[in-house]
């Protein structure tokens, strides 16, 4: 079994920089993919709603939503079992939770875990 937490969510003035965290425990072998989504404010709270914000492979590829190119980073340590999403130039309309999700090998034969951490609430005021 494996769990994602989250942390570094808050509260921040339009501008500013904060940096999520996601510290991956349990049965590791190998990260696949790792990601942030957002969820924003008034929308259904389910998986589907959730909005694609950063992916990174194992090789280190990475994809960005257009609304975050330039002022987001998505980025790993796998020494630490952590992927962590900078953001600067915060903007109102950055408002959500955000979660992460990966794929993870979780043994030497393939067997694969997919899930979500609990989600972070960032809020960014004007």
């Known amino acids: 079994q494996v769990q994602l937490v989250e942390s570094g969510g808050g509260l921040v003035q339009a501008g500013g920089s904060l940096r999520l965290s996601c510290a991956a425990s349990g049965s590791i072998f190998s990260f696949n993919e790792m990601g942030w989504y957002r969820q924003a404010p008034g929308k259904p709270r389910d998986v589907a709603a959730r909005e694609l914000v950063a992916t990174i492979t194992s090789g280190s590829d990475t994809n960005y939503a257009d609304s975050v190119k330039g002022r987001f980073t998505i980025s790993e340590d796998n020494t630490q079992n952590t992927f962590y999403l900078q953001m600067n130039s915060l903007k109102p309309e950055d408002t959500a939770i955000y979660y992460c999700?990966?794929?993870?090998?979780?043994?030497?034969?393939?067997?694969?875990?997919?899930?979500w951490g609990q989600g972070t609430q960032v809020t960014v005021s004007s």
């Open positions: 999700n990966a794929l993870i090998t979780t043994d030497m034969y393939g067997s694969t875990w997919y899930g």
